[in-house]
């Protein structure tokens, strides 16, 4: 029998003997359950410090068939496995005559690039940053001497935006196409186990080489990867599109182009305006970093500073200021992680957090951000949220020193708005940091809203506002400002042919959501044209 377990709780120092206590549970002998394939692993902590695991496991049970009705009939949670009906697709009524092209290698890109590639569709991806492997090093140039390179940076390069943060795969979306994003990158290097944990992630230090890898086998399938290879225009013949320009003189002709250039290609934005495309301004949220001791977080969740069997512990904290009727929240939470510099333009600082797989900085850091809209920004111009974006990076780069340093601030010391003399809790940003009342570099309504936001807080986890705590700004790339628009095929409403995908189309907000939406325009495009 195919079973499905849910709601199967199990102590954390039980958890090694998964098989045996599962048959404990079941009454049946340890060897007649196999197969164990884990669909969901979350973490019960109301009564820390003994702490429970809750999971969704798929397993098969032999045992003859009236023991397994009697079996399914008194275990809460166990059901049988019904099969999947598999998917229809449409046969394409067009042929293309030249290869699709991908403009962005991030999640969106190269998820939308390895479908393609594995139907025989031949893809050329145009990533205007460096490969993986390059990136890494002119990053870590830019965080040691604060030299920006702005093609190649946290934000442009090969694996997008999120190749340097956490590997944060939580996502809130319900789509199909969630198992093959998690299968695609254990395929390639991720750990397996996230394809069942709550929180997934990956881990900047093992997605580098997950990226690589998913790059060859696009490659091994007769796509092309180019990098240094920006996208600086599109002509259209028609209404529909007809070829790329790269690095502002070649042309490439192609019929269909996915435009997935993530959330931070503002010069992208200003040519698609010019050439009329229907955009809209989009709400988003800025705020700063907090930074905690690993052990305050750990204490506060898990009843204990550090516990033997699970990793450092997360938050979730959500806000609804009734003064304004704003909401704030946590956003990126990095256990056991790091503040970097994430600008990718000059005369601006922005910061994101990251951690590794091992989450072992001690380190605890989160944004806590307040949602912005049309009402905040100068005008009502389709762009006027990326120029809004750019102001409070720019006041944020001053304030800092114009030299890549971001403004800092113990928590105790923004409720007070005063500059700090002293950090209990030195910021692990880099280049470097400055005092500085953050107030100045976030507008009056947000900075007012995060007091608030964070004294609730400090009531759901001891110590949120203590001594320790340390503020660093400004955050301001939490999602796009933009969304491009489009219609229920994925293509533009303007230009036949163009497919904006994923966070920088508007359409995404995280890797696994923008992975899944470059799946989804693939599956668009391989339902209307059968390849060369």
């Not at 009906?85 to 999640?107: F, M, N, Q, S």
């Not at 304004?324 to 000059?346: D, H, I, N």
């Not at 600082?349 to 001690?362: C, E, F, I, L, P």
Request: aromatic share 8%.
């Amino acid at each position: 029998m195919d079973l499905l377990w849910s709601n199967l709780r199990i102590p954390v120092e039980e958890d090694v003997l998964l098989t045996t206590t599962m048959a404990r549970k079941l009454k049946v002998p340890e060897p007649s359950i196999s197969g164990l394939r884990f669909l969901r692993r979350s973490l019960d902590a109301r009564k820390k410090p003994h702490l429970v695991f809750v999971y969704t496991i798929q397993f098969a049970l032999d045992v003859p068939r009236p023991e397994g009705n009697r079996i399914l009939a008194r275990t809460p949670g166990l059901k049988e496995v019904s099969n999947e009906v598999p998917i229809l697709w449409p046969k394409p009524t067009k042929t293309l005559a030249y290869r699709p092209v991908v403009i962005g290698a991030g999640p969106a890109g190269y998820f939308a690039a390895l479908t393609l590639a594995r139907k025989g569709y031949s893809p050329l991806v145009l990533e205007r940053g460096d490969s993986v492997e390059d990136r890494t090093r002119k990053v870590q140039d830019f965080w040691d001497t604060g030299t920006l390179d702005t093609e190649s940076n946290v934000q442009f390069g090969e694996g997008g935006a999120g190749t340097f943060s956490d590997g944060k795969l939580t996502t809130r979306i319900q789509d199909r196409r969630i198992s093959e994003v998690l299968e695609t990158f254990v395929k390639h290097g991720a750990p397996a186990e996230i394809q069942y944990l709550a929180k997934p992630h990956i881990g900047t230090d093992i997605l580098k080489d997950v990226v690589k890898r998913m790059r060859q086998e696009i490659v091994s399938l007769g796509g092309e990867v180019r990098f240094k290879a920006k996208v600086t225009g599109l002509k259209t013949s028609l209404g529909r599109l007809s070829k790329v320009i790269v690095n502002g003189e070649e042309e490439i002709p192609t019929e269909v182009a996915i435009l997935a250039v993530g959330h931070s290609a503002r010069d992208v934005y200003r040519y698609l305006y010019e050439m009329n495309l229907t955009l809209e301004k989009k709400s988003f949220a800025i705020g700063l970093r907090v930074e905690h001791p690993q052990a305050l977080i750990n204490m506060s969740q898990y009843g204990v500073e550090e516990h033997p069997h699970v990793g450092p512990a997360d938050y979730q904290l959500t806000y609804k200021d009734v003064r304004t009727g704003r909401g704030a929240y946590a956003f990126c939470m990095c256990p056991g992680g790091k503040v970097v510099a994430a600008a990718s333009e000059e005369g601006g600082v922005v910061t994101n957090g990251m951690s590794g797989y091992a989450r072992d900085t001690k380190i605890a850091n989160s944004a806590i951000v307040v949602t912005v809209g049309a009402d905040d920004f100068p005008t009502q111009h389709p762009l006027a949220g990326l120029e809004f974006q750019k102001n409070w990076e720019h006041k944020a780069f001053r304030a800092g020193g114009s030299n890549y340093k971001a403004p800092a601030q113990r928590v105790v010391d923004f409720l007070e708005r005063r500059v700090t003399d002293r950090f209990d809790l030195i910021p692990t940003y880099t280049p470097g940091i400055e005092p500085y009342n953050l107030h100045e570099v976030l507008p009056d309504a947000v900075g007012g809203v995060l007091e608030r936001a964070l004294r609730v807080f400090n009531g759901k986890i001891k110590g949120f506002t203590g001594e320790t705590a340390t503020l660093t700004g400004i955050e301001t790339r939490t999602s796009s400002p933009i969304r491009i628009v489009r219609n229920t095929q994925g293509e533009s409403l303007n230009v036949t042919g163009l497919y904006p995908a994923g966070e920088g189309a508007g359409y995404a907000g995280g890797i696994t959501s923008a992975a899944v939406d470059g799946i989804r325009i693939a599956e668009f495009i391989m339902a209307q044209y059968a390849n060369i």
